[in-house]
């Protein structure tokens, strides 16, 4: 029995303070041991670089209840690789991906009365980040640095289950070509806030990005990554240096080529083009799926499948992802990292 008090069926994605953190600190060209701490509070200099110069990164990831009560995490050495790269691409220490697990699985243990149960839908969420530290003034990277992770529980995106919500392409970049738009930066989140806050306003469910060189391509779709089902079954994802490389993308790939025999292809998405596709998503850890109804080009709604149904293929590729996800469906090898 947990010991916590929580109403699972009310979870969103709201801040709750658990039972343990993890936190570490590089200086002088190593990493401490890396500790449980209880408080969730961190002490920094106000000269950090993570404050004035955006240098810090992060990573967002779940840890899954099975029917038999055990728990698992997905994909879990791919996160630490990503982290690995967007450190590398604004000069922050790598953490080692041992370090990066054994950080989750820890943090995963210590707050294991905050992983809901099996059959709600909902998840223990990680936030691992990454940030410079340290008095530091000048733009130069931080003297020192701080990994650390933090979970909270958290409800399904869905509540009522996988339905379809518009999109809008924005007027913004979130990021330059060759910037930092394939990094999990904050940077980049800060540059999508208004876009994503003008869409709302609009009655849309978030900004879609155009590459930013043409402006003629899907990039992004909001904090997801951009998938279409051709009219003959292919699945066709874009690829740009400016995308951030996501898991869940890669997941939804093998699983289009391996359990559905689909021929899969990552290839430019032309805004202009989208007659070509009979059904269109976005796929991230938060959402697993998000069905696209439509999307709002120059003030017409180009509409897939349908505004208020979900396609097959969309629905299949999310029930067998979530599957694998919560143990009913067996992963590919290498997929599901057990929390013992
Ligand atoms: C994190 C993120 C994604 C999704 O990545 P997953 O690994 O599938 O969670 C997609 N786009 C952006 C911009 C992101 O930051």
């Keep these: 029995m947990s010991k916590v008090s929580i109403d699972w069926s009310k979870l969103g994605f709201d801040y709750m303070k658990t039972d343990f953190s993890y936190v570490s600190y590089w200086e002088n060209g190593s990493w401490d041991k890396g500790q449980l701490v209880t408080d969730d509070r961190i002490s920094i200099s106000q000269a950090s670089t993570a404050i004035h110069y955006?240098?810090?990164c992060f990573e967002g990831l779940k840890a899954y209840r099975t029917k038999d009560g055990s728990i698992q995490l997905f994909r879990v050495d791919e996160n630490a690789k990503r982290m690995a790269n967007s450190a590398a691409r604004i000069l922050m220490p790598e953490v080692p991906e041992e370090k990066f697990i054994d950080a989750v699985m820890q943090v995963v243990k210590a707050n294991e009365d905050y992983v809901p149960p099996y059959g709600t839908?909902?998840?223990?969420?990680?936030?691992?980040?990454l940030i410079g530290i340290g008095n530091n003034i000048g733009v130069k990277p931080a003297p020192k640095y701080l990994f650390g992770v933090f979970c909270?529980?958290?409800?399904p995106y869905f509540k009522g289950g996988l339905s379809p919500v518009n999109f809008e392409v924005s007027k913004y970049d979130r990021a330059a070509p060759y910037g930092t738009g394939a990094a999990k930066v904050g940077g980049n989140y800060a540059a999508s806030l208004l876009s994503h806050q003008e869409a709302a306003q609009r009655g849309f469910a978030d900004a879609i990005y155009l590459d930013p060189l043409t402006h003629t391509k899907i990039?992004?779709?909001?904090?997801?990554?951009?998938?279409?089902?051709t009219k003959d079954d292919v699945f066709v994802t874009p690829t740009s240096p400016s995308i951030l490389p996501s898991i869940t993308k890669f997941s939804l790939i093998h699983l289009a080529q391996n359990h559905l025999g689909m021929k899969v292809s990552e290839e430019d998405v032309l805004i202009d083009e989208l007659d070509r596709f009979k059904e269109a998503g976005a796929c991230g850890t938060a959402a697993v799926i998000t069905p696209i109804g439509g999307i709002s080009y120059k003030g017409n709604l180009h509409v897939f499948h349908s505004e208020t149904e979900v396609g097959p293929v969309t629905r299949k590729l999310y029930e067998t992802l979530t599957g694998m996800q919560f143990g009913e469906i067996e992963a590919p090898e290498g997929w599901i990292f057990k929390v013992k």
Excluded: D
């Design 54 to 56: 955006g240098q810090q």
């Design 121 to 129: 839908g909902a998840t223990l969420y990680l936030r691992p980040y």
């Design 152 to 155: 909270l529980p958290v409800g």
């Design 219 to 229: 990039e992004e779709v909001g904090a997801a990554n951009f998938f279409g089902i």
